[in-house]
């Protein structure tokens, strides 16, 4: 089986940590969201059926939703003083996760 991860990139270290502690194999991909043209990451994770579920679980503990306070950026102009960072909550973490049959695997 391929499972195709989508996941953010503050997640991903820690991910792949416990993959590997695991025993799983990744390849990670730098990839963009199509919709907020913003960086992530996808990771490509070739397993055995039985290893699916254990996979599955590994990504929904580690790559959770959570809120985050993040104080944004570049908003006004800092040198009129019109610059007032304030700090908001935003929604972080998550995955999108596809699995897929695979008809062949072979290393050469
Ligand atoms: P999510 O649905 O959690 O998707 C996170 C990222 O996962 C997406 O980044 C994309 O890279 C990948 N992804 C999600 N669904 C996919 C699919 N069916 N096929 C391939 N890749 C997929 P973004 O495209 O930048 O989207 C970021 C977030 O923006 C999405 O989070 C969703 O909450 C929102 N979003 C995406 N498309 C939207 C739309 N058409 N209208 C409103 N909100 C949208």
């Known amino acids: 089986m391929l499972i195709i991860a ?20 990744a390849t990670k991909l730098a990839s963009t969201g199509g919709f907020l043209r913003r960086g992530n990451t996808t990771l490509l994770i070739g397993v055995k059926q039985e290893g699916v579920p254990e996979v599955i679980a590994i990504i929904k503990e580690v790559c959770r939703t959570r809120k985050q306070v993040v104080t944004p950026v570049t908003v006004g102009d800092q040198a009129l003083n019109t610059y007032i960072p304030t ?11 596809f699995t897929v049959k695979v008809e062949s695997f072979e290393k050469i």
């Open 87 to 97: 700090p908001v909550e935003v929604e972080v973490g998550g995955a999108t996760v």
């Open 6 to 25: 989508v996941v953010q990139d503050q997640d991903v270290n820690r991910l792949l940590a416990k993959l590997m502690e695991k025993g799983y194999s």
